[in-house]
T-cell receptor, first 113, second 113 residues
Framework: AQSVSQHNHHVILSEAASLELGCNYS??????LFWYVQYPGQHLQLLLK??????LVKGIKGFEAEFIKSKFSFNLRKPSVQWSDTAEYFC???????????FGAGTTVTVRA | EPEVTQTPSHQVTQMGQEVILRCVPI?????FYWYRQILGQKVEFLVS????????KSEIFDDQFSVERPDGSNFTLKIRSTKLEDSAMYFC???????????FGSGTRLTVV
């Protein structure tokens, strides 16, 4: 079974600061990797995903993530955050050809104006 | 308009009562998933449903839980006798069709008192 760990529980930033959220997974086989965002009071939305190819993945709203296979990592980045990026961010993984997702515990990001 | 609608958005119920959570995707899907998120905790897999049968379930999904597809379009999650620890946000999810990603529903917040 897969497991996912997110390094930061709560991150507080000022607007225009850069953001990086760590995510590591453990699984022996080939995986698909995802970052989801949950804005206050809303449902989970997909930010970006990685399946194969270029390990640097660009998603919506200026987010990107880099898959480093040797480190079993899939860290999320944004060069300059906005107040509207205040949300909870979840890293998730599933095994190739399996839809069932394993989620990390989530990171709450608070951006101060 | 969301691709997956869940009703109700919020339900408060007394301990020991039965609740039925509903999920209606816009288009027909054979695969269907339920996840839950206890406040402050990670999103957890509950059950997957394929072609009118449970294909996989987690240890959380005990005899108090059941899933159905009562009329060929919407899906239900039933909790027969709710416990305080069932208080959570419940999400249904359908495969998004592209490389093992999901579209999540809007969620039902269940509060057991």
């Amino acid at each position: 079974a897969q497991s996912v760990s997110q390094h930061n529980h709560h991150v507080i930033l000022s607007e225009a600061a850069s953001l990086e959220l760590g995510c590591n997974y453990s699984y022996g086989g080939t995986v698909n990797l995802f970052w989801y965002v949950q804005y206050p009071g809303q449902h989970l939305q997909l930010l970006l995903k990685y399946f194969s190819g270029d390990p640097l993945v660009k998603g919506i709203k200026g987010f990107e993530a880099e898959f480093i296979k040797s480190k079993f990592s899939f860290n999320l980045r944004k060069p300059s955050v906005q107040w509207s990026d205040t949300a909870e961010y979840f890293c998730a993984v599933n095994a190739r050809r399996d839809y069932k997702l394993s989620f990390g515990a989530g990171t709450t990001v608070t951006v101060r104006a | 308009e969301p691709e997956v609608t869940q009703t109700p958005s919020h339900q408060v119920t007394q301990m020991g009562q039965e609740v039925i959570l509903r999920c209606v995707p816009i288009s027909n899907h054979l695969y269907f998933y339920w996840y839950r998120q206890i406040l402050g905790q990670k999103v957890e897999f509950l059950v997957s449903f394929y072609n009118n049968e449970i294909s996989e379930k987690s240890e959380i999904f005990d005899d108090q839980f059941s899933v159905e597809r009562p009329d060929g379009s919407n899906f239900t999650l039933k909790i027969r006798s709710t416990k305080l620890e069932d208080s959570a946000m419940y999400f249904c999810a359908i495969p998004s069709g592209q490389a093992y990603g999901y579209t999540f529903g809007s969620g039902t917040r269940l509060t057991v008192v």
